[in-house]
């Protein structure tokens, strides 16, 4: 049998975020899947202008962007004569329409992805009815299910685990020496010790953990004199203003780079540059950064709370501490910096890592998925 299956976005090519790029291999997964199948699929966004596109994801013929013409998106999503099988809702923030078009074409499947912090919150009246009215909760890690359960008591049989994948276009490296140009734009040597962060520098998230791992760097650095800590990625002036006086108060200004936001053709090489990647975060719904650090044979530390544990594997690829135990931050640093891997170890970290987040398995996963035609059949999808 036939299937139509829209596919619902607020924002996915004109930034750069967890959730963009999460919906970007969704959208080259599905669009693969129906093809693979014969079937229709249709991608929209409410937020990217047309010409925002990467085609490489969607083919434009598959595409509709409405520039933040809420009306429109809604008019034309909910009410057109193209009534999909699948409707697929990629943030709670889409509620409204998938209240509509429950009512508007009751025979339609409505998914709804969630994520992370957007749902582990007391939730509006739509955002509420959308969990009920939802054929399926797909979330993106373990954490995320219980956390539904926890905060708006979804039946747990109705929620299905599908981790996030590593984006099929992005550059993943052959070879493991650390780029010259990087270290010439840093002022590294090769042999320094790089420790490295990349995530949003919020003033409004204060989970993320990056000022526990300055507090560890100015406890090494007596152990190893040269390390070298780049912390990158946005951040707003209130967070960038924190941040420089945590570094200028416990006197790091020798040790730590503060790179700012790093383009995504840039992203691998960082991770090449580095020796370590530590992000002992509270409340990632899954975190993408933590498999892109890895299928670049990076060795990875996070936090052992939250969604960070899927991608991680709970221990297979990387280390799980205790986020808000310093002490064991710095054990599972001081341990990794002393067995540093060799070329060979990092490609097989790599391997293993590709092993598990890779899109073929992914588009399996939601091919299951969409056999599976209601909750009650209680498939997990792991």
């Known amino acids: 049998m036939s299937k139509k299956i829209s596919l619902l976005s607020l924002q996915i090519f004109n930034t750069t975020g967890g959730i963009q790029k999460m919906v970007r291999t969704l ?11 014969n079937w229709d699929f249709r991608l929209s966004s409410l937020y990217d202008d047309e010409a925002d596109l990467m085609t490489q994801y969607v083919p434009p013929e598959k595409f509709e962007g409405y520039n933040e013409h809420v009306v429109k998106f809604i008019a034309k999503t909910v009410f057109r004569k193209y009534k999909p099988d699948v409707l697929i809702l990629t943030h709670v923030n889409l509620a409204v329409v998938g209240v509509l078009t429950r009512w508007y074409n009751p025979e339609c499947q409505i998914w709804l992805i969630v994520h992370g912090i957007e749902v582990w919150r007391p939730l509006s009246f739509y955002k509420k009815l959308i969990l009920k009215l939802a054929d399926k909760i797909v979330c993106v890690s373990n954490h995320t299910k219980q956390q539904m359960y926890q905060w708006h008591k979804v039946p747990l049989n109705k929620c299905f685990v599908l981790n996030n994948a590593i984006d099929p276009f992005i550059p993943l490296p052959a070879t493991f020496n650390k780029p010259a140009y990087l270290l010439d734009r840093y002022s590294i040597r090769p042999d320094q010790q ?27 650095k007596d152990l190893y004199p040269d390390i070298l800590y780049v912390l990158s990625g946005q951040y707003d002036k209130t967070e960038g203003h924190r941040v420089k006086q945590l570094i200028a108060d416990m006197d790091l200004s020798a040790n730590v780079i503060l790179t700012g936001f790093i383009e995504d053709g840039e992203l691998a090489d960082h991770f090449l540059m580095a020796d370590l990647f530590v992000l002992p975060s509270k409340k990632e719904g899954f975190g993408i950064v933590f498999i892109e650090a ?5 060795p990875v530390i996070c936090g052992n709370v939250d969604g960070s544990l899927d991608a991680i594997r709970n221990g297979e690829l990387g280390v799980a501490i205790n986020p808000d135990d310093d002490q064991q931050l710095e054990q599972a640093m001081i341990e990794s910096l002393n067995k540093p891997l060799d070329h060979l170890s990092r490609q097989a970290l790599q391997a293993k890592c590709l092993s598990h987040f890779n899109e073929e398995q992914y588009i399996d996963n939601l091919e299951a998925l969409l056999s599976a035609q209601t909750y009650k059949e209680q498939l997990t999808v792991y």
């Open 194 to 220: 790089v420790i490295f962060t990349l995530t949003r520098l919020a003033s409004t998230e204060q989970y993320k953990g990056h000022e526990r791992v300055l507090a560890a760097i100015k406890n090494l």
């Open 27 to 37: 959208a080259h997964a599905l669009d693969a899947l129906c093809t693979r199948n």
């Open 294 to 298: 890895l299928a670049c044979g990076l």
